[in-house]
């Protein structure tokens, strides 16, 4: 080190401890992040209140939900805070949660109890954090491929239910430790899956017929796997003069189909209206008891 340099590194280091005191009201808690003067989640409640935004699914979500929305303004969800998107990404767990109680309505009758959702390639996991929020007694899965670091603090939020996997939907052992997470937990899973890319809504697919204890599947399908990965029934679909629109119905139907030929499911495809994006449709599957 050069001369002088130790104590230069030692007046650095003084005016960053320094720094970090005198923004400790502005920076989170738990982990030193800064926070948002206001987190876009009360702007977008600012403007449901005020008419300027009429999302159905959104407009219950702020009428019908004050611990949920408020919860989420907290500095332990700050993850969330600055996400342009929020808008869409809230329409889209909302509607996935929707179908799942309609699937599965004893989700909300028994608070949770006795379930266990495993939410695959969660993001943020908005959907976790939502889904938590309201169901207290449910045990939430939230499985990625990323580090945590771009998560809510949830421990320090008080919702012990969630817990996080770091898992690789393409790794070779992701079935052995989805099912050995969901033997642990040892309750019925329902596993969700939202505009999963390719050939991972195949994978999805795999775990609700290989797990037993998986019982429920909503998955929402996005793009179609790249053309070297494609099943050959759709490999036509490929050509520049295919309509995006007609592609996606036609993946759709390919998925639904493999949902379907699951022993003992049962399969509903539906459109979600008030989803955000171009790619709404969802596809539910319940294995009978």
Not at 78 to 105: I, N
Not at 162 to 183: E, K, P
Request: net charge neutral; proline share 5%.
């Amino acid at each position: 080190m050069q001369p002088g340099g130790a104590q230069l590194a030692s007046r650095l280091e003084a005016l960053a401890a320094q720094e970090l005191a005198d923004t400790a009201d502005q920076r989170c808690p738990c982990c030193g992040a800064e926070l948002m003067r206001r987190p876009r989640v009360a702007s977008l409640a600012d403007r449901y209140r005020e008419g300027k935004h009429t999302n159905p699914l959104l407009q219950g979500f702020f009428r019908d939900w004050p611990n949920s929305w408020e919860a989420l303004m907290g500095p332990e969800f700050h993850t969330f805070h600055k996400a342009r998107s929020l808008h869409k990404e809230l329409s889209e767990s909302l509607a996935v949660l929707d179908r799942l109680e309609e699937v599965c309505p004893e989700l909300r009758l028994a608070d949770g109890k006795g379930w266990h959702v495993v939410d695959l390639c969660c993001g943020k996991s908005l959907t976790c954090a939502l889904a938590a929020s309201q169901l207290a007694e449910l045990a939430i899965s939230a499985v990625d491929r990323v580090g945590p670091e771009g998560l809510p603090h949830y421990a320090w939020a008080g919702m012990l239910n969630v817990q996080y996997l770091q898992q690789d939907l393409f790794a070779q052992n992701y079935t052995d430790v989805l099912s050995h997470r969901i033997s642990q937990v040892s309750r019925p899973a329902a596993i969700i899956g939202i505009h999963l890319c390719g050939r991972l809504s195949e994978r999805a697919i795999e775990l609700f017929e290989g797990v037993e204890d998986v019982r429920v599947c909503i998955i929402v399908p996005c793009c179609l796997p790249h053309l070297r990965q494609a099943p050959a029934c759709l490999k036509h679909l490929y050509r520049k003069s295919v309509a995006d629109e007609k592609q996606y119905a036609a993946w759709a139907e390919y998925l639904h189909g493999r949902l379907a030929d699951v022993s003992g499911a049962t399969v509903e495809m539906t459109t979600a209206p008030h989803m955000k994006s171009t790619k709404r449709t969802m596809i539910a599957a319940v294995k009978k008891l």
